[in-house]
């Protein structure tokens, strides 16, 4: 079993940047593969971006590539998401989710991912 708690969230200006954690429990966190996704108002949940375990294989969504950078620290059980040059159409909740093994690629669709957070509220003003 894997719990999830995102923080980082909050209240930004078009232009700025916020960095959302993602803390892990669990002694396997390592082999998991980790994403965020995020939903906004009205809108299905859709992905942002995802790490492998070893964080050699990263992937992004078209919308946010450029601007987001996902990391992990393993030794922390934590993943990272640096958010820059926010834009209001940003404005969601913001999720992690975890992966357990096996797995081959990185997924992008909530259904393959096993462990959800509560998720942050990110708000960008223009």
């Known amino acids: 079993q894997v719990q999830l708690v995102e923080s980082g969230g909050g209240l930004v200006q078009a232009g700025g940047s916020l960095r959302l954690s993602c803390a892990a429990s669990?002694?396997?966190?390592?082999?998991?593969?980790m994403s965020w996704f995020r939903q906004a108002p009205g809108k299905e949940r859709e992905f942002v971006a995802a790490i492998n375990w070893s964080s050699g294989n990263i992937l992004y969504a078209y919308s946010v590539k450029g601007r987001f950078t996902i990391s992990r620290d393993n030794a922390k059980n934590t993943v990272y998401l640096q958010m820059n040059s926010l834009k209001p159409e940003d404005t969601a909740v913001y999720y992690c989710a975890a992966k357990r093994p096996p797995y081959r690629d990185l997924a992008v669709a909530t259904y393959e991912y096993d462990y959800w957070g509560q998720g942050t509220q990110v708000t960008v003003s223009s």
């Open positions: 669990g002694r396997t966190f390592s082999n998991y593969a």
